[in-house]
């Protein structure tokens, strides 16, 4: 049971993953039915003594599986076109945070309220707590409000890393020179897991991503506290 729930994506927290979940089961079902029809031609031919010498041309046939394919390219296509649209989309975003990759740790800032930025390590694994995440638990999290739209613009100072967060649908090189943004919103409060989704040297695995997503209220208690 645990590897096959290592086969699937993880549990949706923002709505742009529930539709990248629905796309994904959506053109699995369409791939299984066709993979089932193929299958029930391939034995059926197999099986039967059927022959036909003088058969040279089905135009009717031909006509068939040219159009048929088609029309199931456009069924695919469709919701897929929607779902890119929705990625791309900026809905006028409430909160605006910035992050910069380093070799090997990200920084943070928050310009929207007063100047709050901070840098964010992964904790080394003699120093963790029972209940942490070993090579997943930073010492400074990510903290937004949830049901809230959220910008995020990234960036980097060495190499190209990239900002992921599965559960949110949201992956973006940061590249130096050059700033990238994202936007998502967040559907429930919890912990969410990154990592950084480009190979940036030796220490490419350990500078992970840890975003803590709370209430409104809580969130407005802890920017007049940061310090």
């Not at 290592?6 to 529930?18: C, H, K, T």
């Not at 089932?36 to 022959?51: H, S, V």
């Not at 910008?151 to 980097?156: E, G, H, K, P, V």
């Not at 994202?182 to 429930?188: H, P, Y």
Request: proline share 4%.
């Amino acid at each position: 049971m645990a590897t096959w729930s290592m086969l699937n994506f993880q549990n949706s927290s923002s709505p742009i993953m529930e539709q990248m979940i629905f796309f994904h089961d959506f053109t699995l079902l369409i791939l299984l039915l066709i993979i089932i029809f193929i299958t029930y031609l391939m034995t059926n031919l197999f099986i039967n003594k059927f022959i036909n010498l003088f058969l040279m041309e089905e135009q009717m046939i031909e006509l068939i599986w040219t159009i048929l394919p088609s029309i199931i390219l456009i069924f695919i296509a469709l919701p897929s076109l929607k779902l890119l649209y929705l990625l791309d989309e900026n809905n006028k975003p409430v909160i605006t945070i910035k992050t910069t990759g380093h070799q090997w740790y990200w920084s943070y800032e928050y310009s929207d309220f007063k100047k709050i930025n901070f840098d964010s390590f992964m904790i080394p694994s003699n120093n963790l707590n029972i209940n942490n995440f070993r090579l997943l638990e930073v010492d400074n999290r990510v903290v937004l409000p949830m049901k809230t739209q959220i910008r995020i613009l990234i960036s980097a100072t060495d190499v190209i890393h990239s900002w992921t967060i599965p559960s949110l649908c949201v992956k973006a090189d940061a590249i130096p020179g050059r700033l990238n943004q994202a936007n998502f919103l967040i559907n429930r409060p919890g912990l969410f897991f990154g990592q950084c989704s480009e190979i940036c040297g030796t220490n490419h695995s350990f500078m992970p991503i840890t975003l803590e997503s709370i209430n409104s209220n809580y969130f407005i208690y802890w920017i007049k506290n940061f310090y």
